[in-house]
């Protein structure tokens, strides 16, 4: 258990999401509520190893909510993979007092927090990542407004595949979970999504099936391809050569990173950065928060990174009844 933390830091690390801006503001804003001194590090762990380093209070976070990305930036530090650069970062934590640090971003973010915990920082990590792919919650900032960015795009996609009578092949993100493949799928109607957790890579038996939604009368035939997939121009070359049909890909990108966040992003991300405050103030240390089974709780750090996760039964079922997956 911590002892009573008096000045927390807030970092975002790993891959930005919609929603980190939130929870940095709702982590800065409770941690001012409990009387606690606040400070920003820049740029993940690479920002504390340069000791980047900025005092925050209420207006810092003001006008942020409703802002995509992260204020306080976010990079990948080789360095803090060492134990020299850990304790460097411990060593520099306490030259400037931060005694708690608020850690948003994924797994690998969160590996790094719990080490840190070891060496003597209290450490608490929030979920922000638009991959979904973190085992011990079912919600992560960013998936929400991703899949929401996502499924505009392959609708308009769709919009001129149906025009032209073509099959669009649109790749989304995800790392190597297809969590934004499956839901947008279903989300679009996609005639098949591709996604890791799933896909047999039987590409005849895609192409007889494209052939034979052709005859049955389809205009378009809209595939979602997971990241994890990938090689989307390949098999859009591969498909229009053995159909006949004009095949075009898509790859969505980084756009799907960006964007001002839903609502559900918002509000999960502002219980989230406020819970992690009141953890703090509990004493506790090295500490995931996670939402699971329809509630806010937190999982000791090395327990929720052995956890695992796989997509449900329902969305596989969905999946397989209403397109094929
Ligand atoms: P994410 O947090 O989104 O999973 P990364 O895996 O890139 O993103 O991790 C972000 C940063 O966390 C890394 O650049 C590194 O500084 C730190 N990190 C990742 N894995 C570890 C680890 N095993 N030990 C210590 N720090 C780590
Ligand atoms: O983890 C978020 C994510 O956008 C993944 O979906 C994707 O694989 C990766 O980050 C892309 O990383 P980068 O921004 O370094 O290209």
Redesign the pocket.
């Known amino acids: 258990m911590a002892g009573k933390v008096k000045t927390v830091g807030v970092l975002t690390s ?2 930005d999401a919609p929603g980190m801006n939130a929870a940095i503001r709702a982590v800065v804003r409770a941690g001012i509520s409990a009387g606690l001194q606040m400070k920003g590090v820049m740029r993940g762990y690479a920002g504390l190893l340069d000791e980047e380093i900025v005092d925050m209070d209420s207006r810092s976070v003001a006008d942020i909510i409703n802002r995509g990305g992260t204020i306080l930036y976010t990079a990948r530090c080789k360095e803090f993979m060492t134990e020299e650069g850990r304790r460097k970062a411990a060593d520099i934590c306490r030259k400037h007092g931060i005694d708690g640090l608020v850690v948003i971003g ?1 797994d690998g973010s969160f590996r790094g927090a719990g080490k840190l915990a070891d060496l003597g920082i209290n450490t608490i990590g929030i979920p922000g ?3 979904l792919d973190i085992a011990c919650t079912d919600y992560t900032i960013g998936f929400d407004t991703a899949i929401n960015t996502a499924m505009e795009a392959i609708d308009k996609i769709r919009d001129t595949s149906t025009s032209h009578e073509r099959v669009s092949i649109i790749e989304v ?3 190597h979970a297809g969590y934004i493949a499956l839901w947008c799928g279903i989300a679009n109607g996609a005639e098949d999504i591709l996604i890791p957790e799933a896909y047999d890579h039987d590409e005849q038996k895609l192409i007889d099936q494209i052939i034979s939604q052709r005859k049955s009368g389809k205009k378009h035939h809209i595939i979602v391809n997971a ?1 994890g997939i990938g090689h989307s121009v390949g098999l859009a070359t591969r498909i229009e050569a053995a159909t006949g049909i004009e095949t075009r890909a898509t790859i969505l990108g ?1 756009m799907q ?1 960006g964007g001002t966040p839903t609502c559900k992003d918002r509000v999960y991300a502002s219980i989230m950065g406020a819970r992690a405050i009141h953890l703090l103030q509990a004493g506790k240390t090295k500490r995931v928060i996670a939402y699971k089974g329809g509630e806010f709780v937190d999982f000791d750090i090395n327990e929720a990174l052995k956890m695992t996760k796989s997509i449900s039964p329902d969305f596989m079922t969905v999946g397989r009844e209403l397109i094929r997956i």
């Open positions: 790993g891959g994924g990542t638009i991959d993100m995800g790392r990241e980084h990173r």
